[in-house]
């Protein structure tokens, strides 16, 4: 299916596989409106047409996050180097050998321009994506709970960070959490293509007696800082100032804070409840958190990519060996400078059709602070200093983070605490059931966040905490989807 692309897209993964995406810096003259979304469209193919998705963030900076999503193939967040000159926009993708050239019009709603990639150049039209809330034509309804605009300060680095606190109806004091995102700069919602995971999470929680902080990531929204120059470790320092802020609340109980991290954002609490600093949480709850080395879970997500392209053994093999060879040129080239030249070189070497600009950007994102950080990151090395109680929770159908490959590391290297682990059956890496199992929404299916994984989450939150009852609520539930099968995935939690 659609065999002529899938060996195209081949040519990404002669690049090491990246979290993080390159950002250009916008110049003075360009256009104040900066583009904030998701823009979708078909992208024409030998035998059909694929659905691309490109992501695009504004950071504080001035730069950009962007990335590119092809659910067909099951690409996620991609990593994009965008450009925008007046109306006049660039895409390069370098892991997928790709990029757009179009213009931006009717103020940003359309990006309409060429799809190039070896091979191939087509008309392309991206038109922004309508958040459900807007396709619905309904006014998000007051919640039967408090909620507050709120800006703590992480004082070490010298930014402040803004989010959303939700408190349950009552007198409290309630036990809380802070919500830690997972790779890549994210909304306080960790809004992707429609769904809001944490903004459902923390109204699932709050709604049930657990106050809930979400905040901007570093150079996102409302918060201060550069995403692009943090490291894992300096994120600890976000998750311990978000905790410290709960402390000081009346609300709050300031012996129940737990921090709940997804992805890269699990291995940062874990990070903090083993970490001597005196802000520690009382308990952390793991979705999705990487057990393997950072070097290790990079190989592993390329040669699980390339096998859903259909690369053959030798197209795998020179890719692990490029990729050998440019981490080994990181990590003796400690000197940023010369280490993005000799990556650069490398690319160029190995892929003569690589477009310059994109060879120096791939270099810059292999040799920023993030990437060297995570590339010698071994998440199991502190965890015999974790006292607090953790939940490990995973997907069966993750295939970012296979539960299967990262689960045990974790487990074993908890093994002086309190530990859970649960694997629930058909849940995805952003805790997704089959999307035949997604609620029905004025005749239209809205990703959710897995009912069962809620169910977990809470009642062992509520297991490892005291609290009091909040004001009693009365609670809608959508209507399932008439007509559509019933799964036989229970999403069974499998130990």
Not at 51 to 72: K, M, R
Request: charged share 20%; glycine share 8%; hydrophobic share 40%.
């Amino acid at each position: 299916m659609k065999k002529t692309l899938l060996v195209l897209w081949w040519i990404v993964l002669l690049a090491v596989t990246s979290f993080h995406s390159w950002a250009t810096p916008r110049r003075a003259d360009d256009p104040p409106a900066a583009l904030n979304g998701q823009w979708k469209g078909p992208l024409k193919v030998p035998g059909g047409e694929l659905t691309l998705i490109i992501t695009l963030v504004p950071l504080s900076n001035g730069s950009y996050y962007a990335a590119l999503d092809a659910p067909q193939q099951r690409i996620s967040r991609m990593p994009a180097e965008v450009e925008v000159k007046g109306n006049d926009i660039t895409l390069r993708i370098e892991q997928a050998g790709s990029r757009f050239v179009g213009k931006v019009k009717d103020g940003g709603a359309t990006f309409d321009g060429t799809w190039t990639q070896p091979g191939m150049s087509v008309p392309l039209t991206l038109r922004r994506a309508s958040a459900p809330a807007m396709a619905n034509g309904k006014v998000r309804l007051t919640p039967p709970y408090r909620e507050e605009e709120v800006v703590f300060t992480n004082a070490a680095a010298k930014i402040r960070l803004a989010g959303t606190l939700t408190i349950p109806a009552g007198p409290g004091p309630f036990p809380a959490v802070a919500l830690l995102s997972d790779s890549g700069p994210q909304d306080r919602d960790a809004e992707q293509q429609d769904y809001r995971m944490f903004g459902m999470l923390a109204d699932h929680l709050t709604r049930r007696g657990i106050a809930v902080l979400r905040f901007d990531d570093r150079g996102v929204g409302k918060s201060q800082g550069n995403y692009l120059t943090a490291t894992t470790a300096d994120l600890v320092a976000d998750a311990q100032a978000a905790m410290s802020f709960l402390r000081a609340r009346n609300l709050v109980d300031p012996q129940q804070i737990g921090l709940i991290g997804h992805g890269e954002g699990a291995n940062v609490a874990l990070l903090a409840a083993a970490d001597h600093a005196p802000a520690k949480p009382a308990f952390v709850v793991s979705l999705a958190g990487y057990g393997l080395p950072g070097r290790e879970v990079l190989v592993r997500q390329q040669v699980e990519i390339m096998r859903l392209i259909g690369a053959n053994p030798a197209q795998v093999k020179a890719a692990l060996d490029l990729h050998d060879r440019m981490i080994n040129i990181i990590r003796q080239t400690p000197n940023d400078a010369q280490a993005r030249g000799k990556v650069a070189a490398a690319l160029r070497l190995n892929n003569t059709d690589i477009d310059p600009q994109m060879a120096r950007a791939r270099a810059a994102q292999l040799t920023s602070p993030w990437s060297r950080y995570f590339l010698d990151f071994d998440p199991v090395r502190k965890l015999s200093n974790v006292k607090c109680p953790v939940l490990l929770l995973s997907g069966t159908a993750d295939l970012q983070v296979d539960p299967a490959q990262h689960m045990a590391p974790l487990k074993r290297g908890l093994k002086h605490s309190n530990v859970t682990a649960d694997r629930l059956s058909g849940i995805n890496h952003w805790f997704q059931p089959d999307p035949q199992d997604w609620p029905l929404v004025n005749g239209v299916q809205q990703p959710t966040f897995a009912p069962k994984a809620l169910d977990v989450v809470r009642e062992w939150v509520f297991e490892n905490t005291t609290r009091p009852q909040p004001l009693p609520i009365t609670e809608k539930r959508p209507k399932p989807v008439k007509g559509a099968r019933k799964s036989t995935k229970t999403a069974q939690a499998s130990r």
